[in-house]
């Protein structure tokens, strides 16, 4: 199976700041260039750091109000520094966090699930930047057509993976959620097929509505379709997987 990678999902690079570069000037790149954030590049266009709408808007938070009376409670020293600060070193987020053009989108999802963080700078092997890849780019991924998801778990999972002939099981996909039908030749089987479906890019949920030969398990099941333990006759798998 193929997956999708960061470098083929990424934004390019088309913006960048330098540490020096002011707030105005970042505020109006994010206008002009309709981007929620910006990646801070060193002289070798290497990023440091990310300045996001949040940090920006940490300035508005931190003013004091009419007749002087603070809007907001007192901030932590570092939090303050970043209300004061009037450029990008020090309005960004640092260290920049970063991915490769060649990781995968799970990669990519659980970097920024770890971090908290709602985009990475992408960079090349000597570290510069190429582009940037947010969660909305990820998400792109659920936008792949029913039919393709069939295709490829029919064709890779399957054929070439598993070595079934393309009919022995149904593959039926609908709004990213699959449900597959059928009869296997083990019971142990069922649990692979899904997850190697579930691994399928743009596969939200896996149900297997599946029957199967030889129960090779050893697991005690009620019986399914009047059929008697040690007859070989198929039963159902459990269905909502996923």
């Known amino acids: 199976m193929r997956h999708r990678l960061v470098g083929e999902l990424m934004t390019p690079a088309a913006v960048s700041v330098q540490r020096?570069?002011?707030?105005?000037?970042i505020v109006r790149?994010?206008?002009e260039y309709d981007i929620t954030a910006v990646p801070v590049v060193d002289g070798e266009g290497r990023p440091v750091g990310v300045v996001s709408e949040a940090d920006l808007?940490?300035?508005?938070a931190g003013r004091t109000g009419a007749l002087g009376r603070l809007s907001a409670p007192r901030?932590?020293?570092?939090?303050?520094e970043k209300v004061d600060a009037g450029t990008a070193e020090g309005l960004m987020s640092s260290p920049a966090v970063c991915?490769?053009?060649?990781w995968t989108l799970v990669q990519a999802a659980r970097v920024m699930n770890r971090h908290r963080i709602k985009r990475l700078p992408v960079v090349d092997g000597t570290g510069r930047l190429l582009g940037i890849v947010s969660r909305g780019d990820l998400l792109q991924v659920f936008l792949r057509r029913d039919r393709a998801i069939t295709e490829e778990i029919v064709e890779d999972v399957l054929v070439r993976t598993l070595g079934l002939r393309p009919s022995a099981v149904g593959v039926e996909t609908t709004e990213g959620r699959v449900v597959l039908s059928g009869t296997v030749d083990r019971r142990s089987a069922v649990p692979v097929l899904v997850r190697l479906c579930q691994g399928v890019d743009g596969v939200v949920d896996v149900e297997p509505r599946?029957?199967?030969a030889v129960d090779d398990t050893g697991e005690e099941h009620a019986p399914s379709g009047g059929a008697s333990p040690g007859t070989g006759t198929g039963r159902r798998a459990g269905t909502g997987a996923g």
């Not at 901030?75 to 303050?80: A, F, I, K, R, S």
């Not at 991915?99 to 060649?102: D, S, T, V, Y």
């Open 20 to 25: 020096g570069t002011t707030f105005k000037e």
């Open 29 to 31: 790149l994010l206008d």
């Open 57 to 60: 808007l940490r300035k508005q």
């Open 75 to 80: 901030l932590p020293p570092v939090e303050q």
């Open 99 to 102: 991915a490769r053009p060649g």
């Open 210 to 212: 599946l029957a199967w």
